[in-house]
């Protein structure tokens, strides 16, 4: 299996969700695989794909204050995308085994990384268990098999498997901003559990240093990870702009 790495430079919402999809396309069509690491510009809220963020979260105060917005097309919960560094893995299905077996095995890659920065992670137990999709932010709680510290939740990830092929994303928080989430949340809102990097560690971390230690861990694993050669990159510049669309539209951000 041939692993690609892709470093991004900071993106808008849907063009990031557009790249992933794209990646599950190639993935699907070529049988590569991809590691890809990005930030937001401007910082986003995400959606899961079925959350119900009517019934969840505050629009009217959403558009007063201008956040953009946009929903993933995986599953998962609401997320700040400010101060964290979002990867994604894209492979053909079965390459890291089952759906359960890769999500785990994607974790533990990221524990190895995060360990290298200099503290201890785990993963969350009850491998494969999920939170209720109106139960709150994604970092309210830890679903199975994610990483956590012993300050809280510091990775919140959530996964897609389609036409042969899956994609695993999700939010490292370096800095701590998931209390907007909390300030949307209708109603009464579970208790914060999110923990950052720079809580953890005691000093400031950049999304290169994260990205780097995700890379090493990940060519230890599997290899050298190459760049992308100009077919290919052609290939998924072509795909993401076919999916962004999608990503811009109100009736799939707010369909639920």
């Known amino acids: 299996m041939q692993w690609h790495l892709?470093?991004?430079?900071?993106?808008?919402?849907?063009?990031?969700?557009?790249?992933?999809?794209a990646l599950l396309d190639l993935a699907a069509e070529r049988g590569v695989a991809f590691v890809r690491t990005y930030t937001w510009a401007p910082?986003?809220?995400?959606?899961?794909?079925?959350?119900?963020?009517?019934?969840?979260?505050?629009?009217?105060l959403i558009e007063r204050r201008g956040l953009a917005v946009v929903r993933r097309p995986t599953g998962g919960r609401a997320v700040w995308h400010a101060e964290e560094l979002t990867y994604s893995v894209t492979a053909?299905?079965?390459?890291?085994?089952?759906?359960a077996e890769s999500y785990r095995v994607v974790h533990e890659l990221l524990v190895e990384a995060l360990t290298t920065l200099g503290s201890t992670f785990a993963l969350a137990e009850k491998p494969?268990?999920?939170?209720?999709?109106?139960?709150?932010?994604?970092?309210?709680?830890?679903?199975?098999?994610?990483?956590?510290?012993?300050?809280?939740?510091?990775?919140?990830?959530?996964?897609?498997?389609?036409?042969?092929?899956?994609?695993?994303?999700?939010?490292?928080?370096?800095?701590?901003?998931?209390?907007?989430?909390t300030e949307l949340t209708l109603g009464v809102p579970p208790a914060p559990g999110a923990a950052s990097l720079r809580d953890v560690l005691g000093r400031e971390i950049s999304p290169e240093e994260v990205a780097q230690a995700i890379r090493a861990t990940c060519e230890a694993r599997f290899g050298r990870l190459s760049t992308l050669d100009?077919?290919?990159?052609?290939?998924?510049?072509?795909?993401?702009?076919?999916?962004?669309?999608?990503?811009?539209?109100?009736?799939?951000?707010w369909r639920r």
Not at 43 to 60: I, M, V
Not at 92 to 99: D, S, V
Not at 128 to 156: M, N, Q, R, W, Y
Not at 234 to 250: E, H, K
Request: overall charge negative.
């Open 128 to 181: 494969g268990t999920t939170a209720p999709l109106d139960g709150g932010a994604c970092f309210a709680s830890p679903a199975g098999g994610e990483v956590i510290s012993a300050l809280g939740k510091v990775v919140g990830s959530a996964q897609l498997r389609e036409r042969g092929a899956f994609l695993q994303h999700g939010s490292i928080l370096l800095g701590n901003r998931q209390e907007l989430v």
């Open 230 to 253: 100009a077919g290919l990159s052609t290939a998924l510049d072509v795909r993401a702009a076919m999916q962004r669309p999608r990503f811009l539209d109100d009736a799939w951000t």
């Open 6 to 21: 892709l470093t991004d430079p900071p993106a808008d919402g849907a063009t990031n969700m557009a790249r992933d999809l």
């Open 92 to 99: 053909p299905e079965g390459t890291l085994g089952t759906l």
């Open 43 to 60: 910082h986003t809220l995400s959606f899961g794909a079925n959350e119900p963020a009517l019934k969840r979260y505050d629009r009217p």
